[in-house]
Protein backbone atom coordinates (compact mmCIF):
# COMPACT_ATOMS: atom_id res chain seq x y z
CA UNK A 1 0.00 0.00 0.00
CA UNK A 2 1.58 3.11 -1.15
CA UNK A 3 1.56 6.69 1.68
CA UNK A 4 -1.34 8.50 -0.36
CA UNK A 5 -3.59 5.48 -0.02
CA UNK A 6 -2.64 4.94 3.46
CA UNK A 7 -3.54 8.58 4.26
CA UNK A 8 -7.02 7.72 3.02
CA UNK A 9 -7.30 4.40 4.63
CA UNK A 10 -6.21 6.27 8.24
CA UNK A 11 -9.27 8.05 9.60
CA UNK A 12 -9.02 11.56 10.84
CA UNK A 13 -9.96 13.88 13.59
CA UNK A 14 -12.82 11.92 16.09
CA UNK A 15 -15.07 13.53 18.28
CA UNK A 16 -13.78 13.75 21.64
CA UNK A 17 -15.01 11.84 24.91
CA UNK A 18 -14.49 15.54 26.76
CA UNK A 19 -16.72 17.66 24.60
CA UNK A 20 -18.92 18.23 27.07
CA UNK A 21 -15.83 20.49 28.88
CA UNK A 22 -15.09 22.60 26.20
CA UNK A 23 -17.80 25.76 26.84
CA UNK A 24 -17.30 26.58 29.85
CA UNK A 25 -13.74 24.24 30.62
CA UNK A 26 -12.10 24.91 27.44
CA UNK A 27 -8.50 24.41 29.17
CA UNK A 28 -9.24 21.26 31.23
CA UNK A 29 -10.71 20.12 27.66
CA UNK A 30 -7.88 20.73 26.32
CA UNK A 31 -5.58 18.49 28.17
CA UNK A 32 -7.84 15.98 28.43
CA UNK A 33 -7.93 15.58 24.50
CA UNK A 34 -4.27 16.05 24.24
CA UNK A 35 -4.06 12.62 26.67
CA UNK A 36 -6.26 11.10 23.76
CA UNK A 37 -4.53 12.23 21.25
CA UNK A 38 -0.99 11.01 22.74
CA UNK A 39 -2.12 7.63 24.30
CA UNK A 40 -1.24 5.50 21.67
CA UNK A 41 1.43 7.19 20.04
CA UNK A 42 3.50 8.73 22.99
CA UNK A 43 2.25 7.40 26.79
CA UNK A 44 4.86 9.40 28.65
CA UNK A 45 2.95 13.18 27.02
CA UNK A 46 -0.37 11.43 27.77
CA UNK A 47 0.44 10.94 31.48
CA UNK A 48 2.03 14.37 31.74
CA UNK A 49 -1.02 15.87 30.46
CA UNK A 50 -3.22 13.90 32.88
CA UNK A 51 -1.40 15.12 35.45
CA UNK A 52 -2.28 18.63 34.44
CA UNK A 53 -5.87 17.84 34.00
CA UNK A 54 -5.80 16.76 37.36
CA UNK A 55 -4.13 19.90 39.03
CA UNK A 56 -6.79 21.91 36.57
CA UNK A 57 -9.27 20.13 38.40
CA UNK A 58 -8.21 20.76 42.04
CA UNK A 59 -8.01 24.78 41.57
CA UNK A 60 -11.48 24.49 40.47
CA UNK A 61 -13.05 21.95 42.62
CA UNK A 62 -11.46 24.48 45.61
CA UNK A 63 -13.02 27.59 43.30
CA UNK A 64 -16.40 26.39 43.08
CA UNK A 65 -16.42 25.03 46.96
CA UNK A 66 -14.42 27.95 48.25
CA UNK A 67 -11.99 26.59 50.15
CA UNK A 68 -9.92 28.53 52.86
CA UNK A 69 -7.11 28.84 52.31
CA UNK A 70 -7.29 28.06 48.34
CA UNK A 71 -6.09 24.79 47.13
CA UNK A 72 -1.59 25.57 46.92
CA UNK A 73 1.90 24.05 46.94
CA UNK A 74 2.21 20.80 45.20
CA UNK A 75 -0.53 18.63 43.75
CA UNK A 76 -0.51 15.95 46.49
CA UNK A 77 -0.68 18.50 48.50
CA UNK A 78 -3.52 20.33 46.52
CA UNK A 79 -5.52 16.81 46.22
CA UNK A 80 -5.57 16.46 50.06
CA UNK A 81 -6.55 20.07 51.12
CA UNK A 82 -9.71 18.92 48.33
CA UNK A 83 -10.06 15.73 50.49
CA UNK A 84 -9.67 17.30 53.87
CA UNK A 85 -12.57 19.60 53.17
CA UNK A 86 -15.20 17.04 52.93
CA UNK A 87 -16.74 18.21 49.62
CA UNK A 88 -15.05 15.41 47.55
CA UNK A 89 -16.40 12.02 47.18
CA UNK A 90 -13.60 9.29 48.35
CA UNK A 91 -13.43 7.54 44.95
CA UNK A 92 -12.74 11.11 43.31
CA UNK A 93 -9.56 11.79 45.32
CA UNK A 94 -8.21 8.50 45.03
CA UNK A 95 -8.32 8.43 40.94
CA UNK A 96 -7.00 12.06 41.03
CA UNK A 97 -3.89 10.67 43.15
CA UNK A 98 -3.76 7.71 40.73
CA UNK A 99 -3.18 9.77 37.89
CA UNK A 100 -0.93 12.15 40.04
CA UNK A 101 1.75 9.09 40.42
CA UNK A 102 1.69 8.18 36.83
CA UNK A 103 2.23 11.41 35.83
CA UNK A 104 4.85 11.87 38.08
CA UNK A 105 6.52 8.54 36.92
CA UNK A 106 6.31 10.06 33.69
CA UNK A 107 8.98 12.87 34.22
CA UNK A 108 11.20 11.84 36.35
CA UNK A 109 13.91 8.91 35.15
CA UNK A 110 13.84 5.54 36.12
CA UNK A 111 16.73 2.70 36.55
CA UNK A 112 16.73 -0.42 34.05
CA UNK A 113 19.39 -3.08 33.76
CA UNK A 114 22.02 -1.12 35.54
CA UNK A 115 21.18 1.60 33.44
CA UNK A 116 19.32 4.75 33.72
CA UNK A 117 16.44 5.63 30.96
CA UNK A 118 14.04 8.39 31.15
CA UNK A 119 11.36 6.59 28.86
CA UNK A 120 8.72 4.96 31.21
CA UNK A 121 6.12 2.30 29.52
CA UNK A 122 2.47 1.37 30.43
CA UNK A 123 0.29 -1.04 29.18
CA UNK A 124 -2.53 -0.17 26.73
CA UNK A 125 -4.57 -1.86 29.03
CA UNK A 126 -3.06 0.63 31.62
CA UNK A 127 -3.38 3.93 29.86
CA UNK A 128 -7.13 3.25 28.92
CA UNK A 129 -8.01 2.27 32.40
CA UNK A 130 -6.39 5.65 33.61
CA UNK A 131 -8.48 7.56 30.59
CA UNK A 132 -11.22 5.96 31.59
CA UNK A 133 -10.08 7.44 35.61
CA UNK A 134 -9.64 11.33 34.05
CA UNK A 135 -13.22 10.52 32.00
CA UNK A 136 -15.12 9.79 35.58
CA UNK A 137 -13.39 12.89 36.95
CA UNK A 138 -14.37 15.07 33.68
CA UNK A 139 -17.93 13.91 34.50
CA UNK A 140 -17.89 14.70 38.19
CA UNK A 141 -16.74 18.32 37.85
CA UNK A 142 -20.11 18.45 34.68
CA UNK A 143 -22.18 17.36 37.70
CA UNK A 144 -21.08 19.68 40.75
CA UNK A 145 -19.74 23.23 38.36
CA UNK A 146 -22.41 22.84 35.16
CA UNK A 147 -24.93 20.93 37.24
CA UNK A 148 -24.92 17.96 34.35
CA UNK A 149 -26.42 15.15 35.69
CA UNK A 150 -24.26 12.11 35.42
CA UNK A 151 -26.54 10.33 33.57
CA UNK A 152 -27.08 12.58 30.76
CA UNK A 153 -23.03 12.44 29.59
CA UNK A 154 -22.11 9.98 27.41
CA UNK A 155 -20.21 6.61 28.40
CA UNK A 156 -16.30 6.37 28.13
CA UNK A 157 -15.72 4.85 24.59
CA UNK A 158 -11.84 3.93 23.29
CA UNK A 159 -11.08 6.87 21.12
CA UNK A 160 -8.68 6.19 18.48
CA UNK A 161 -5.74 8.50 18.06
CA UNK A 162 -7.32 11.96 17.32
CA UNK A 163 -4.65 12.73 14.33
CA UNK A 164 -4.02 9.63 12.81
CA UNK A 165 -2.89 10.52 10.13
CA UNK A 166 0.24 12.15 12.01
CA UNK A 167 1.66 8.58 12.25
CA UNK A 168 2.41 8.04 8.71
CA UNK A 169 5.58 10.66 8.94
CA UNK A 170 6.69 9.42 12.55
CA UNK A 171 6.23 5.87 11.40
CA UNK A 172 8.35 6.07 8.08
CA UNK A 173 10.66 8.24 9.96
CA UNK A 174 11.65 5.46 12.14
CA UNK A 175 8.82 5.74 15.36
CA UNK A 176 8.34 2.53 16.65
CA UNK A 177 4.80 3.38 18.32
CA UNK A 178 3.55 4.75 15.02
CA UNK A 179 3.99 1.59 13.43
CA UNK A 180 2.94 -0.09 16.19
CA UNK A 181 -0.36 2.11 15.86
CA UNK A 182 -0.76 1.50 11.95
CA UNK A 183 -0.78 -2.32 12.36
CA UNK A 184 -3.63 -1.92 15.12
CA UNK A 185 -5.48 0.24 13.01
CA UNK A 186 -5.61 -2.48 10.01
CA UNK A 187 -6.09 -5.24 13.05
CA UNK A 188 -9.43 -3.51 13.92
CA UNK A 189 -10.92 -2.96 10.55
CA UNK A 190 -10.03 -6.79 9.98
CA UNK A 191 -11.78 -7.77 13.37
CA UNK A 192 -15.01 -5.31 12.63
CA UNK A 193 -15.07 -7.25 9.02
CA UNK A 194 -14.80 -4.25 7.04
CA UNK A 195 -12.95 -5.70 4.13
CA UNK A 196 -15.37 -6.10 0.87
CA UNK A 197 -14.00 -9.21 -0.05
CA UNK A 198 -11.11 -12.12 0.31
CA UNK A 199 -9.13 -9.89 -1.82
CA UNK A 200 -9.35 -6.85 0.26
CA UNK A 201 -9.21 -9.30 3.74
CA UNK A 202 -5.81 -10.52 2.21
CA UNK A 203 -4.50 -7.21 1.25
CA UNK A 204 -5.04 -5.89 5.19
CA UNK A 205 -3.55 -9.01 6.79
CA UNK A 206 -0.34 -8.23 4.56
CA UNK A 207 -0.48 -4.78 5.90
CA UNK A 208 -1.20 -6.11 9.95
CA UNK A 209 1.89 -8.21 9.27
CA UNK A 210 4.08 -5.63 7.36
CA UNK A 211 4.06 -2.56 9.71
CA UNK A 212 3.99 -4.88 12.34
CA UNK A 213 7.24 -6.39 11.69
CA UNK A 214 8.79 -2.89 10.85
CA UNK A 215 7.43 -1.71 14.79
CA UNK A 216 9.31 -4.77 16.05
CA UNK A 217 12.35 -3.92 14.19
CA UNK A 218 12.21 -0.51 15.40
CA UNK A 219 11.96 -1.95 19.05
CA UNK A 220 8.07 -1.86 19.36
CA UNK A 221 8.41 -4.90 22.13
CA UNK A 222 4.37 -4.60 22.74
CA UNK A 223 3.80 -5.79 18.98
CA UNK A 224 4.63 -9.15 19.67
CA UNK A 225 1.44 -9.04 22.10
CA UNK A 226 -0.55 -7.56 18.79
CA UNK A 227 0.94 -10.35 16.78
CA UNK A 228 0.24 -13.01 18.75
CA UNK A 229 -3.51 -12.21 20.10
CA UNK A 230 -4.13 -11.32 15.99
CA UNK A 231 -3.01 -15.01 14.90
CA UNK A 232 -4.60 -16.29 18.28
CA UNK A 233 -8.10 -14.61 17.64
CA UNK A 234 -7.60 -15.96 13.60
CA UNK A 235 -7.60 -12.19 12.15
CA UNK A 236 -4.10 -13.27 10.97
CA UNK A 237 -3.63 -16.76 9.71
CA UNK A 238 -0.99 -19.10 8.68
CA UNK A 239 0.85 -19.58 12.22
CA UNK A 240 0.83 -22.99 13.79
CA UNK A 241 0.22 -23.35 17.94
CA UNK A 242 3.78 -23.50 18.40
CA UNK A 243 4.51 -20.28 16.56
CA UNK A 244 1.51 -18.51 18.57
CA UNK A 245 3.13 -19.67 21.87
CA UNK A 246 6.14 -18.11 21.07
CA UNK A 247 4.79 -14.18 20.24
CA UNK A 248 2.62 -14.94 23.72
CA UNK A 249 6.47 -15.89 25.24
CA UNK A 250 8.37 -13.14 23.50
CA UNK A 251 5.09 -10.70 24.53
CA UNK A 252 5.60 -11.69 28.78
CA UNK A 253 9.42 -10.87 28.36
CA UNK A 254 8.67 -7.10 28.22
CA UNK A 255 5.30 -7.36 30.33
CA UNK A 256 5.31 -5.28 33.48
CA UNK A 257 1.65 -5.46 34.29
CA UNK A 258 0.43 -8.57 33.07
CA UNK A 259 -1.62 -7.91 30.34
CA UNK A 260 0.15 -10.33 27.96
CA UNK A 261 0.56 -12.95 30.37
CA UNK A 262 -3.45 -12.63 31.02
CA UNK A 263 -3.87 -12.90 27.06
CA UNK A 264 -0.83 -16.06 26.52
CA UNK A 265 -3.33 -17.46 29.72
CA UNK A 266 -6.81 -17.06 27.76
CA UNK A 267 -5.17 -18.13 24.70
CA UNK A 268 -3.86 -21.58 26.44
CA UNK A 269 -7.27 -21.92 27.93
CA UNK A 270 -8.79 -22.01 24.27
CA UNK A 271 -6.20 -24.50 22.99
CA UNK A 272 -7.05 -26.63 26.30
CA UNK A 273 -4.01 -26.17 28.23
CA UNK A 274 -5.26 -25.08 31.09
CA UNK A 275 -2.51 -25.97 33.51
CA UNK A 276 -0.42 -23.64 32.05
CA UNK A 277 -3.10 -21.40 31.72
CA UNK A 278 -2.92 -21.34 35.14
CA UNK A 279 0.59 -20.87 35.44
CA UNK A 280 0.24 -17.58 33.72
CA UNK A 281 -3.05 -16.24 35.50
CA UNK A 282 -1.16 -16.80 38.53
CA UNK A 283 2.50 -14.89 37.32
CA UNK A 284 -0.04 -12.05 35.86
CA UNK A 285 -1.91 -11.68 39.67
CA UNK A 286 1.38 -11.30 41.17
CA UNK A 287 2.16 -8.28 38.65
CA UNK A 288 -1.27 -7.16 40.39
CA UNK A 289 -3.25 -7.44 37.22
CA UNK A 290 -7.23 -7.08 37.25
CA UNK A 291 -7.89 -9.71 34.94
CA UNK A 292 -5.95 -12.30 36.60
CA UNK A 293 -7.09 -11.48 39.97
CA UNK A 294 -10.69 -11.84 38.87
CA UNK A 295 -10.20 -15.17 36.89
CA UNK A 296 -8.11 -16.80 39.66
CA UNK A 297 -10.96 -15.80 41.87
CA UNK A 298 -13.38 -17.59 39.81
CA UNK A 299 -11.54 -20.69 39.55
CA UNK A 300 -10.77 -20.87 43.39
CA UNK A 301 -14.45 -19.81 44.69
CA UNK A 302 -15.85 -23.17 44.41
CA UNK A 303 -12.50 -25.44 44.67
CA UNK A 304 -10.51 -23.78 47.65
CA UNK A 305 -11.82 -21.17 49.83
CA UNK A 306 -8.56 -20.27 51.96
CA UNK A 307 -7.24 -19.61 48.43
CA UNK A 308 -10.21 -17.34 47.19
CA UNK A 309 -9.95 -15.55 50.14
CA UNK A 310 -6.51 -14.61 49.76
CA UNK A 311 -7.05 -13.61 46.06
CA UNK A 312 -10.00 -11.39 47.58
CA UNK A 313 -7.16 -9.77 49.97
CA UNK A 314 -4.79 -9.51 47.21
CA UNK A 315 -7.24 -7.91 45.35
CA UNK A 316 -8.42 -5.45 47.54
CA UNK A 317 -4.73 -4.54 47.93
CA UNK A 318 -4.59 -4.45 44.25
CA UNK A 319 -7.38 -2.06 44.06
CA UNK A 320 -9.20 -4.19 42.15
CA UNK A 321 -12.79 -3.29 41.89
CA UNK A 322 -14.74 -6.32 41.85
CA UNK A 323 -12.36 -7.80 45.14
CA UNK A 324 -14.38 -4.64 47.13
CA UNK A 325 -17.50 -6.20 46.29
CA UNK A 326 -16.52 -9.56 47.18
CA UNK A 327 -15.46 -9.15 50.39
CA UNK A 328 -18.76 -7.17 51.33
CA UNK A 329 -20.19 -10.62 50.30
CA UNK A 330 -18.19 -12.73 52.53
CA UNK A 331 -18.87 -10.54 55.38
CA UNK A 332 -22.74 -10.61 54.67
CA UNK A 333 -22.36 -14.38 55.08
CA UNK A 334 -20.32 -13.84 58.68
CA UNK A 335 -23.56 -11.65 59.62
CA UNK A 336 -25.95 -14.43 58.35
CA UNK A 337 -25.04 -16.65 61.23
CA UNK A 338 -25.52 -14.40 63.52
CA UNK A 339 -27.15 -10.87 62.90
CA UNK A 340 -26.40 -10.09 66.49
CA UNK A 341 -23.09 -9.96 66.68
CA UNK A 342 -22.23 -6.59 66.47
CA UNK A 343 -18.05 -7.43 65.17
CA UNK A 344 -19.55 -8.77 62.33
CA UNK A 345 -22.26 -5.69 61.71
CA UNK A 346 -19.41 -3.33 62.01
CA UNK A 347 -17.01 -5.22 59.89
CA UNK A 348 -19.60 -5.55 57.22
CA UNK A 349 -20.68 -1.84 57.06
CA UNK A 350 -17.22 -0.51 56.41
CA UNK A 351 -16.49 -3.09 53.70
CA UNK A 352 -20.24 -1.76 52.05
CA UNK A 353 -18.83 2.10 52.74
CA UNK A 354 -15.38 0.90 51.21
CA UNK A 355 -16.98 -0.55 48.60
CA UNK A 356 -19.38 2.34 47.63
CA UNK A 357 -16.65 4.57 47.56
CA UNK A 358 -14.73 2.49 45.30
CA UNK A 359 -17.59 2.32 43.30
CA UNK A 360 -17.38 -1.38 42.99
CA UNK A 361 -19.54 -3.16 40.35
CA UNK A 362 -22.97 -4.78 42.16
CA UNK A 363 -22.42 -3.20 45.40
CA UNK A 364 -26.11 -1.79 45.44
CA UNK A 365 -26.86 -5.84 45.35
CA UNK A 366 -25.57 -6.89 48.13
CA UNK A 367 -26.09 -3.10 49.67
CA UNK A 368 -30.01 -4.75 49.45
CA UNK A 369 -29.51 -8.33 50.53
CA UNK A 370 -27.39 -6.53 53.67
CA UNK A 371 -30.33 -4.43 54.14
CA UNK A 372 -32.63 -7.26 54.39
CA UNK A 373 -30.58 -9.73 56.77
CA UNK A 374 -30.04 -6.84 59.04
CA UNK A 375 -31.04 -2.98 59.19
CA UNK A 376 -28.12 -1.89 61.12
CA UNK A 377 -26.15 -2.67 57.70
CA UNK A 378 -27.33 0.61 55.98
CA UNK A 379 -27.17 4.03 57.09
CA UNK A 380 -31.09 4.46 55.50
CA UNK A 381 -33.68 1.99 55.83
CA UNK A 382 -34.98 0.48 52.31
CA UNK A 383 -38.97 -1.01 51.46
CA UNK A 384 -38.72 -4.29 50.60
CA UNK A 385 -39.75 -3.31 47.18
CA UNK A 386 -36.94 -0.89 46.90
CA UNK A 387 -34.53 -4.28 48.17
CA UNK A 388 -36.20 -6.34 45.37
CA UNK A 389 -35.68 -3.79 42.74
CA UNK A 390 -31.64 -2.68 43.15
CA UNK A 391 -31.47 -6.72 43.14
CA UNK A 392 -33.11 -7.33 40.13
CA UNK A 393 -31.60 -4.34 38.24
CA UNK A 394 -28.16 -6.02 39.11
CA UNK A 395 -29.12 -9.71 38.69
CA UNK A 396 -27.96 -10.39 34.59
CA UNK A 397 -24.51 -9.65 35.05
CA UNK A 398 -23.69 -11.29 38.41
CA UNK A 399 -21.01 -13.34 38.28
CA UNK A 400 -22.77 -17.01 37.38
CA UNK A 401 -20.54 -18.74 40.14
CA UNK A 402 -22.11 -16.75 42.90
CA UNK A 403 -23.86 -18.70 45.12
CA UNK A 404 -26.10 -15.58 45.49
CA UNK A 405 -29.98 -17.04 44.23
CA UNK A 406 -31.37 -18.87 47.19
CA UNK A 407 -30.73 -15.41 49.27
CA UNK A 408 -32.28 -13.04 46.17
CA UNK A 409 -35.39 -15.65 45.63
CA UNK A 410 -35.54 -14.78 49.92
CA UNK A 411 -35.72 -10.92 49.00
CA UNK A 412 -37.95 -11.22 46.30
CA UNK A 413 -40.46 -13.38 48.12
CA UNK A 414 -41.13 -10.43 50.78
CA UNK A 415 -41.97 -8.47 47.61
CA UNK A 416 -45.35 -8.38 45.01
CA UNK A 417 -43.64 -8.83 42.03
CA UNK A 418 -41.01 -9.85 40.12
CA UNK A 419 -42.05 -13.52 39.31
CA UNK A 420 -39.80 -13.90 35.93
CA UNK A 421 -36.54 -12.82 37.97
CA UNK A 422 -37.98 -15.55 40.78
CA UNK A 423 -38.57 -18.16 37.97
CA UNK A 424 -35.03 -17.74 36.98
CA UNK A 425 -33.84 -18.32 40.15
CA UNK A 426 -35.84 -21.39 40.88
CA UNK A 427 -33.58 -24.22 40.03
CA UNK A 428 -30.42 -22.53 41.22
CA UNK A 429 -32.25 -21.70 44.68
CA UNK A 430 -33.16 -25.32 45.44
CA UNK A 431 -29.49 -26.50 44.71
CA UNK A 432 -28.25 -23.80 47.14
CA UNK A 433 -29.90 -25.08 50.12
CA UNK A 434 -30.06 -28.19 51.49
CA UNK A 435 -33.00 -27.88 53.81
CA UNK A 436 -35.81 -30.39 52.12
CA UNK A 437 -38.58 -27.47 53.96
CA UNK A 438 -36.89 -24.03 52.54
CA UNK A 439 -37.41 -26.39 49.05
CA UNK A 440 -41.16 -26.78 49.95
CA UNK A 441 -41.13 -22.55 50.97
CA UNK A 442 -39.35 -22.00 47.80
CA UNK A 443 -42.12 -24.32 45.77
CA UNK A 444 -45.09 -22.83 47.84
CA UNK A 445 -44.18 -18.87 47.50
CA UNK A 446 -43.35 -19.26 43.58
CA UNK A 447 -46.80 -21.16 43.37
CA UNK A 448 -48.97 -18.18 45.42
CA UNK A 449 -46.83 -15.70 43.20
CA UNK A 450 -48.01 -17.41 40.05
CA UNK A 451 -51.60 -17.72 40.95
CA UNK A 452 -51.79 -13.88 41.79
CA UNK A 453 -50.06 -12.82 38.53
CA UNK A 454 -52.83 -15.35 36.96
CA UNK A 455 -55.62 -12.51 38.25
CA UNK A 456 -53.88 -9.72 36.37
CA UNK A 457 -52.96 -11.98 32.65
CA UNK A 458 -53.92 -15.32 30.63
CA UNK A 459 -50.72 -16.74 30.94
CA UNK A 460 -47.98 -16.95 33.31
CA UNK A 461 -44.91 -19.34 33.24
CA UNK A 462 -43.37 -21.08 35.75
CA UNK A 463 -40.25 -23.78 35.85
CA UNK A 464 -43.12 -26.63 36.89
CA UNK A 465 -46.94 -27.42 37.04
CA UNK A 466 -48.50 -24.79 39.73
CA UNK A 467 -50.34 -27.98 41.10
CA UNK A 468 -46.82 -29.97 41.04
CA UNK A 469 -45.33 -27.00 43.37
CA UNK A 470 -48.43 -26.77 45.60
CA UNK A 471 -48.83 -31.19 45.75
CA UNK A 472 -44.63 -31.26 46.83
CA UNK A 473 -44.49 -28.23 48.85
CA UNK A 474 -47.60 -29.40 51.11
CA UNK A 475 -46.27 -32.91 50.89
CA UNK A 476 -42.74 -31.73 52.36
CA UNK A 477 -44.44 -29.58 55.36
CA UNK A 478 -45.13 -26.09 54.22
CA UNK A 479 -48.00 -24.59 56.21
CA UNK A 480 -48.66 -22.39 53.45
CA UNK A 481 -49.37 -24.00 50.55
CA UNK A 482 -51.38 -27.20 52.67
CA UNK A 483 -53.59 -23.79 54.14
CA UNK A 484 -53.70 -22.98 50.15
CA UNK A 485 -54.47 -26.11 48.47
CA UNK A 486 -57.54 -26.28 51.54
CA UNK A 487 -58.85 -23.04 50.74
CA UNK A 488 -61.74 -22.63 48.29
CA UNK A 489 -59.59 -21.24 45.42
CA UNK A 490 -56.54 -24.10 46.16
CA UNK A 491 -59.48 -26.72 45.54
CA UNK A 492 -60.89 -25.05 42.23
CA UNK A 493 -57.16 -25.01 40.91
CA UNK A 494 -56.03 -28.32 41.70
CA UNK A 495 -59.47 -29.91 40.13
CA UNK A 496 -58.52 -27.80 36.55
CA UNK A 497 -55.94 -30.03 34.75
CA UNK A 498 -55.64 -26.84 32.81
CA UNK A 499 -53.58 -25.38 35.21
CA UNK A 500 -51.14 -28.66 35.38
CA UNK A 501 -49.32 -28.07 31.85
CA UNK A 502 -45.61 -28.53 32.21
CA UNK A 503 -43.09 -25.27 32.31
CA UNK A 504 -46.32 -22.85 32.05
CA UNK A 505 -49.76 -21.81 33.86
CA UNK A 506 -52.66 -20.84 32.60
CA UNK A 507 -56.22 -21.98 31.32
CA UNK A 508 -55.68 -23.60 27.28
CA UNK A 509 -56.34 -21.64 24.53
CA UNK A 510 -59.10 -23.52 22.36
CA UNK A 511 -56.81 -24.87 19.92
CA UNK A 512 -54.75 -26.56 22.43
CA UNK A 513 -58.03 -28.47 24.07
CA UNK A 514 -59.16 -29.34 20.50
CA UNK A 515 -56.10 -31.16 19.70
CA UNK A 516 -56.02 -33.30 23.04
CA UNK A 517 -59.74 -33.80 22.41
CA UNK A 518 -58.39 -35.46 19.10
CA UNK A 519 -55.71 -37.28 20.54
CA UNK A 520 -58.24 -38.92 23.28
CA UNK A 521 -60.16 -39.80 20.60
CA UNK A 522 -57.38 -41.20 18.45
CA UNK A 523 -55.94 -43.34 21.67
CA UNK A 524 -59.79 -44.52 22.52
CA UNK A 525 -60.27 -46.12 18.78
CA UNK A 526 -56.70 -47.57 19.09
CA UNK A 527 -57.67 -49.78 22.21
CA UNK A 528 -60.80 -50.51 20.74
CA UNK A 529 -58.98 -52.28 17.98
Known amino acids: ?????????????????????????????????????????????????????????????????????????????????????????????????????????????????????????????????????????????????????????????????????????????????????????????????EFADKDQRASWQMDVNYWADKAIKQGCKQTYLLKAQSYADKVLTGASKDDIKALFKQATQHDQEGEALVKFGEYLVKVGEKRLALERFTQAAEK??????????????????????????????????????????????????????????KSLRSALIMADAKKAPHIAFFQAYASFISEKTLNKTLTAEQRAQMMVDEFDDMPAELDIHYRMFNVLAESEQHLDTMNKLFDRAIQQTDDVSEHARIKSVLAIRAVEMLKQKELVKTPMPITKLLEEAANDGDANARSFINSAEGKAIMKRSAYGVSGRIGRKVGAEKAKDKKKRKAAKKARRR
Open 1 to 193: MSVTQLKVELPTQQSSNFGFLQNQFNELYIQATQAEKYASLDSQSSLSKMRLFVELACHELGKHFDLRPPVSGELAEKIKQLEASGHIEPWVIESMDRLRRYGNQSVHICQSFGHFVAQFKVSEDRIQELLRDMHDIAKYLADKLLNMPTHSLPEWTPNASLELTETISLALSGDANASHNIAKHFVQKLREQ
Open 288 to 345: SNHKAISYLQSVSYKTDKEIYLELVAAGIKAGHPCSYTLDAFEKIKRVEQNPEDELAL
